[in-house]
C-alpha cells in the first residue's frame, strides 16, 4: 500500500490487546534514536514515526510511564509492546509511534537519526538521512539534558 501522510492505518501490540489507529496528520517516515534511554527501553534503538494527536486512536489496557519531567512512554498493560512516547507538558503534543506496531510502516525509508554516536556497534544504521550527534542535538533541543 502506498502511504502518504493521510492514509488511515492500524497496529497492534504482541498480544493484539491494544490497538492503534492512525487517521489523519503522520510523518510516513520514522526517526530513529540511539540514546542511553531510548537504548534500555527498546534493548537497542528507538524507532518512531510522528502522528498528530487527533490522528491517534488507542483502544485497550495501555499503561504510562513518565520516563522524564516532560515525557512518558506507554506500553500494553498485558504483554508490555512498547507504543508510544509523548510530550506530557503539552496536551495536544503529538505521538511517536513505535513503527514495529503497524504492517504499513514496513516500507517506509529512514527519516532521521539522533544521538549517533551512542549508537550501539550492533545497530549502525546506512543511508542517506538526516543525522545528529548528542551534542548536536541537545544543543537545539536543551530541554532533554
Not at 515525557?71 to 505521538?95: D, K, Q, S, V
Amino acid at each position: 500500500m502506498k502511504m502518504d501522510s493521510t492514509t488511515k492505518f492500524a497496529g497492534r501490540c504482541l498480544c493484539g490487546e491494544v490497538t492503534v489507529s492512525v487517521e489523519g496528520e503522520h510523518d510516513p517516515q520514522p526517526g530513529a534514536c540511539h540514546c542511553r534511554m531510548c537504548q534500555r527501553w527498546t534493548g537497542g534503538v528507538f524507532l518512531a514515526f510522528t502522528a498528530a494527536a487527533e490522528a491517534v486512536t488507542v483502544e485497550g489496557p495501555v499503561r504510562h510511564f513518565q520516563s522524564t519531567p516532560f515525557a512518558e512512554r506507554a506500553f500494553c498493560g498485558i504483554c508490555g509492546t512498547h507504543l508510544w512516547m509523548r510530550n506530557t507538558n503539552n496536551p495536544a503534543a503529538e505521538y511517536d509511534l513505535m513503527a514495529g506496531l503497524f504492517d504499513a510502516t514496513c516500507e517506509w525509508p529512514l527519516r532521521s537519526e539522533i544521538y549517533t554516536d551512542k549508537a550501539m556497534a550492533s545497530i549502525r544504521l546506512e543511508g542517506d538521512h538526516k543525522r545528529k550527534t548528542e551534542a548536536e542535538y541537545e544543543g537545539s533541543n536543551p530541554h532533554v539534558n
